[in-house]
């Protein structure tokens, strides 16, 4: 009788767990689904609006020669977008479930020959090789990130959906493109030529104070100094106002090649 009920009990505990193991099975065959505002890294998920994601891209005017890649890149809409346009474009994504699914978005959009992801962090991972730059993350994260994306290559458009730099201003903001009801404006950096310091010109010198993109200074021209106003750079390219003369050029390492004039650093 005991035997009989301890067989009985076995048997019972065998179909609970075989019913308990099809529950698992059944659990983990039932796709992934993110949530909006769900944890992770260092910034919770939230997609970009498709407005803005149109915006974001317009103002970088990215084009197919561009390498785009998005910092944090949820479920790879923006990378999506970027291939959809012909734009080789690269999501970097911790959470690996939205690595996932942005694959399975990006096959499901035709475009795995140009999106691509990498499961990782946007803090450890080399994205060196990008042209353009796009990412939705938080006001801190992107000032931590600010040293390393002032070394990209001068000209490389950074485009931050809703925060800021800090005191880095951006060089154009935008809205969304028709309706967007949360997160619709974009700013955009472009990265300058390092020019700070002294140059050497034909005529004398020229004193460059460079804060990100914006110049200060004066220039010495045959023994006359007067001082840079509306000096800026765009990428290499380089202009200022001094002694009612409007200056043009583009920086290239240690010389400046102008409209009209010349200098190299020294
Ligand atoms: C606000 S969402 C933006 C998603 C996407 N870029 C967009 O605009 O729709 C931020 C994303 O960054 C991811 N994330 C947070 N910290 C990260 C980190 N350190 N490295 C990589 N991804 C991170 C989150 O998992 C989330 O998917």
Known sequence: ?????????????????????????????????????????????????????????DMALVTKSDYLVDLGSGDGKTVIAAAKRGVRAQGIEYNPDMVALSRKNAAAAGVTNLAT????????????????????????????????????????????NSFDMGDWTPDQEAGAK????????????????????????????????QKYQMLTGSMTNAGSTSQISEGKMNGENITFTAGGRTYTGKVNGNSIQGNGWTATKG
């Open 117 to 160: 992801f990498t499961n990782g962090d946007i803090f450890q991972t080399d994205f060196t090789k990008a042209t353009v730059v796009t990412m939705f993350l938080l006001p801190s994260l992107n000032v931590r990130l600010r040293p390393q994306l002032l070394k990209m290559r001068p000209g490389t458009r950074i485009v931050s």
């Open 178 to 209: 028709g309706d967007c009801t949360s997160y619709c404006r974009a700013m955009l950096w472009i990265i300058p030529a390092q020019v700070n310091g002294s140059w050497k010109t034909a005529n004398g010198q020229l004193v460059l104070d």
């Open 1 to 57: 009788m005991t035997s009989k009920f301890a067989f009985r009990s076995i048997i019972a505990a065998g179909a609970f767990a075989l019913v308990a193991a099809g529950g698992v099975a059944i659990a983990q065959q039932k796709p992934f689904e993110p949530q909006v505002g769900q944890a992770g890294k260092d910034v919770v998920w939230v997609p970009s609006p498709d407005g803005l994601v149109t915006a974001m891209l």
